[in-house]
């Protein structure tokens, strides 16, 4: 008898728990679905923006409605445009910042950290602190 009444409360709890799982999928379903919502209305706004520039530039619009992924290419009409990027990103030196020596603390349980700018603790591999 007592089996029996051990059996009946676990599968009692075990359906409690499930039931509890499925909501909270559920709920988290409808938040997404509002969230991708949300972000579909903002891509059709800039979609929209996008289009009266491209109006005002002469350009054709681009959007459509039946896309379901909004693209957006970029024809360089002339070649001196991007060699002149290119040679201005290669002639540039890249500028260093010197390091800043730090104090490396072990903690109670083997952790090696430092202290931050913002006086938090910033925790580093352990063989920092050899």
């Not at 991007?82 to 730090?102: G, L």
Request: proline fraction near 2%.
């Amino acid at each position: 008898m007592k089996r029996l009444t051990i059996i009946v409360l676990l599968l009692f709890i075990s359906y409690q728990c499930h039931s509890q799982s499925v909501e909270a999928s559920l709920y988290l379903r409808e938040e997404l679905i509002k969230q991708r919502d949300d972000l579909l209305q903002q891509v059709r706004e800039i979609q929209a923006r996008i289009d009266a520039i491209d109006l005002k530039l002469g350009n054709s619009k681009t959007s459509n409605t039946e896309k379901k992924y909004i693209t957006k290419s970029v024809n360089y009409n002339t070649q001196t445009n991007y060699s002149n990027a290119i040679k201005n990103t290669t002639t540039r030196k890249k500028q260093y910042r010197p390091k800043t020596t730090r104090t490396y603390y072990r903690g109670p349980r083997g952790g090696c950290y430092y202290i931050n700018s913002n006086g938090n603790k910033t925790y580093v591999a352990r063989s920092m602190c050899n």
